[in-house]
């Protein structure tokens, strides 16, 4: 009789197994970026109806095969490539990236030690010169890829605070208070980035936005200047392109000049924003990002790649050593040596996928023009959707958009904002149990909004214009 380890390494049931799913796949894409999926964007279940589906599911599992399964998982995920999935900063994926993503799983080859991932080693070190060149960084610029824009956000952080700090914290500890400065609109892994260090409350000062809910620089400024007489060594700066919540990209060229007079480091968190420097048409928005210290970039939110990629890059390539300073040699004989092909020296993965490959793929078969496409199309839906929504009587913009995130809110003038708030969590709360759109919500001055990210280049301004129809028609129903 064949042993389990028989079965699984039977290579005619892999290669069955493997094209119906990739058949299944190809016909769910068909039916879905053209809406034509009979399946729900959001099939919607409690927490505790999900978990009791799973649990009957391993009751049975034994009896059922592999692709009856793939279906399930299917039919019970959130659907991105649905044109009216317009929700959270998560893409539908590119096809291709998604296939790249499985040989890459298949061969396991792991980049943290050169002898261990050679292919993929070369192609981070080829997909990040492409990058920095395209944000209009130099030869001297060097950086990797990490598992996330949280990872990303910490790995910068890190490497500012041994670049900046006058004694060598990596050994000592910290002994002073130290600070950085970020706008109050940053991701909550800046904060969180803080606190790992060690820094508390102090180490993060939130610097208060203006009315169009950017940094401002009079008060990044103040802050700096209030926090060095209270004895607080300030050693850099966060900027944001563009925000979460709104999609704002905040003025890099003014905050850099900032940065340089009182020799800050500066950290662009492009996590989302970042790509806006690929397209002709919106690369204005990151006007001086080539100046930052560090920026990282996600490929796994605007540039439609399966997660998690993220891209880490440095104005000065020799600032990617300094985020660690450990020995560990099982793996690198030379500790001190800046061996740019041993990756774990300058990750926090020591077993690290080969993200490369998926990236470096659609680089290789579309060119970067395909990220300009991607992004213009995207921004430009954004605006458009802004402009159905100031037609609309009963809606109102937060802010005028500069980027593919969209947030408005259902007003109505006889109603307070208290009143508002809470009808509009309640148009969300409908808009996700019917499961026909997928969008968000946020909270900005005390007012919610609903959120929209457009993430999917399938959604039509007719997808737009169902949506606000379809809230006008909710309301009526409350
Ligand atoms: C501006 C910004 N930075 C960082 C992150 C964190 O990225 P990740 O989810 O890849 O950890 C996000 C996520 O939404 C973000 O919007």
């Known amino acids: 009789m064949a042993s389990l380890l028989d079965k699984a390494f039977d290579v005619n049931l892999f290669r069955k ?13 068909e039916k879905t970026i053209t809406g034509k999926s009979e399946l729900k964007v959001l099939p919607f279940n409690s927490p505790d109806e999900m978990f009791s589906f799973w649990e009957k599911d391993f009751d049975i599992s034994t009896e059922s095969n592999l692709n009856e399964f793939y279906t399930k998982i299917i039919n019970s995920s959130i659907h991105l490539h649905d044109p009216k999935y317009i929700g959270h900063q998560v893409p539908p994926v590119l096809p291709a990236a998604a296939l790249s993503d499985f040989l890459s799983s298949f061969m396991n080859n792991a980049t943290g030690v050169y002898e261990m991932g050679s292919t993929g080693i070369a192609l981070e070190k080829l997909v990040i ?15 990797m890829l990490t598992s996330g824009g949280t990872m990303g956000n910490l790995t910068a ?11 060598n914290i990596w050994k000592e500890g910290t002994k002073n208070k130290t600070a950085i400065l970020v706008s109050e609109e940053s991701h909550y892994s800046i904060d969180r980035a803080v606190r790992i260090m060690g820094w508390g409350d102090e ?11 950017k940094m401002d620089v009079n008060n990044l400024e103040d802050a700096f200047r209030r926090a060095t007489k209270k004895g607080i060594e300030v050693i850099g700066v966060v900027a944001n392109s563009c925000s979460t919540s709104l999609g704002l990209f905040d003025s890099l060229d003014e905050i850099s000049d900032s940065c340089v007079k009182n020799n800050l480091w500066l950290h662009v968190d492009g996590a989302h924003g970042g790509p806006a420097s690929f397209s002709e048409k919106y690369k204005h928005l990151v006007k001086g990002i080539e100046k930052a210290d560090s920026v990282i970039i996600d490929f796994h939110k605007l540039l439609m790649h399966p997660s998690l990629v993220t891209a880490v890059l440095f104005k000065d390539g020799d600032k990617s050593y300094e985020t660690f300073s450990q020995k560990a040699s099982y793996l690198w004989e030379a500790k001190e040596e800046k061996d740019w092909y041993n990756l774990g020296k300058r990750t926090f993965e020591c077993t690290k996928n080969t993200m490369s490959l998926k990236v470096y793929s659609i680089i290789r078969t579309y060119g970067i023009k395909i990220f300009d496409e991607i992004v213009t199309l995207l921004f430009d839906l954004g605006k458009n959707f802004a402009e159905l929504i100031k037609e609309r009587k009963n809606f109102e913009l937060a802010v005028e958009p500069e980027s593919n995130i969209v947030c408005f809110r259902y007003v109505d003038k006889t109603k307070k904002d208290e009143e508002l708030n809470f009808l509009n969590r309640q148009i969300r709360k409908t808009i996700i149990e019917d499961g026909k759109f997928f969008i968000v919500q946020t909270d900005m001055k005390n007012k919610t909004y609903l959120r929209t990210s457009l993430m999917n280049p399938f959604t039509s301004i007719d997808d737009l214009i169902d949506l606000l129809n379809e809230i006008e028609s909710i309301i009526k129903r409350f």
């Open 157 to 167: 952080l890190l490497a500012l605070r041994q670049a900046k700090s006058n004694y």
């Open 129 to 143: 010169k492409i990058l920095a060149k395209s944000i209009g960084m130099n030869n001297s610029a060097d950086g």
């Open 17 to 29: 197994n493997a094209y119906k799913l990739v058949d299944e796949l190809s016909n769910y894409l």
């Open 203 to 213: 180490g993060i000062i939130k610097v208060p936005i203006n009315n169009n809910f």
